[in-house]
């Protein structure tokens, strides 16, 4: 089958090897270039640098809206597009260029979780399993026919990041299997009633509220690692906590509060205490919570705050 492949991030790498080696990439579709890193130097998205090794067509529209396109993605004569965390919405006249569509990966359960962030809302909400859904796009947000789903549990401890390249790799056998079956799969309309919202991650959903419990505090932190991060304010700087548990006690204390319990230093919350498990200071590496108390010389009664 003749496949034009959208997609931008490390997310949709698995999905793109494996349609070279299962079908035929007529070509592939990616977000311009952009500043990243420190340096903000002008970077290639991930699915660029593949697809240039593999000697495939790499097209970089800044707006898919405009004028043309649908013209331009035409001459590529694909049977079908294959859409996975592209980073632009596709208009109508995009979606209905190729013979059968276009097909989204999407990581979650849908409906649940449609938007940007599937991963990261689901685990700061506290879920316990996701997954990945093809679907026929339409013009809504995630909201086209189903096709094939694949659910897995989200491990205790899991960040967004490691949870992630699970689902991209679940994404791409989702995705073969899709287009294997693709004129016999049943479209299954999802319901509207059961859906929930992703939106993309801004750095404020990153910023740690001590007034709230522990748990949802440690799901916040999973679920924003790598980006933005669980961010606090210590009397030594921004700090940004990596990675944490929940100590199941009740201590005193105001919100923010470092306290000790036994041998341990937590953090009071607005219910129970949260123990950091790796953190990173501000401009340096991520070290663990213990050597990065040492090094501050901060102790039981200092306080942390919310930026």
């Known amino acids: 089958m003749k496949v034009l492949f959208y997609g931008t991030p490390e997310f949709a790498l698995p999905t793109l090897e494996a349609l070279l080696r299962h079908h035929e990439v007529v070509g592939v579709i990616t977000q311009p270039d952009r500043p990243a ?18 000697g495939l067509t790499v097209v970089q529209p800044p707006r898919l809206r405009d004028p043309g396109w649908p013209e331009r993605l035409a001459l590529f004569g694909a049977d079908v597009a294959v ?3 592209f980073g632009q919405i596709l208009p109508k006249t995009v979606l209905a260029v190729p013979a059968r569509g276009s097909i989204n990966v999407h990581a979650s359960l849908l409906p649940r979780y449609r938007g940007a962030a599937p991963i990261a809302w689901a ?42 390249a699970r689902l991209a790799r679940l994404g791409a056998e989702a995705l073969i299997d899709t287009l294997a079956r693709l004129d016999t799969l ?27 419990p522990a ?18 304010l210590t009397p030594r700087g921004p700090l940004t906590i990596r990675r944490a548990h929940a100590l199941g006690v009740t201590l005193d204390g105001e919100p923010g509060t470092i306290v000790r319990h036994g041998r ?15 953190v990173q200071p501000e401009n340096r590496r991520a070290v663990a919570w213990d050597e990065w108390l040492r090094g501050a010389r901060l102790a039981a009664g200092d306080r942390f705050t919310s930026p």
């Open 215 to 232: 748990r949802d505090l440690v799901n916040l932190v999973r679920g924003i690692n790598p980006w933005p991060g669980a961010l606090t």
């Open 83 to 85: 859409v996975v965390a």
């Open 37 to 54: 890193h420190r340096g903000q130097q002008v970077t290639a998205p991930p699915v660029k640098v593949r697809a240039l090794s593999a």
């Open 123 to 164: 685990i700061i909400r506290g879920e316990t399993e996701t997954g990945i859904t093809t679907f026929q796009m339409d013009e809504g947000m995630d909201t086209g026919p189903m096709l094939v789903r694949r659910a897995t549990a989200i491990e205790p401890g899991e960040t967004a990041g490691e949870l992630a």
């Open 264 to 278: 341990t230093f937590g953090i009071v919350t607005g219910d129970g205490v949260l123990v950091p498990d790796e």
């Open 186 to 212: 049943p479209r299954i309309p999802q319901r509207d009633e059961d859906a929930t919202r992703a939106p993309r991650l801004k750095k404020s959903d990153g910023h740690a509220d001590w007034r709230r």
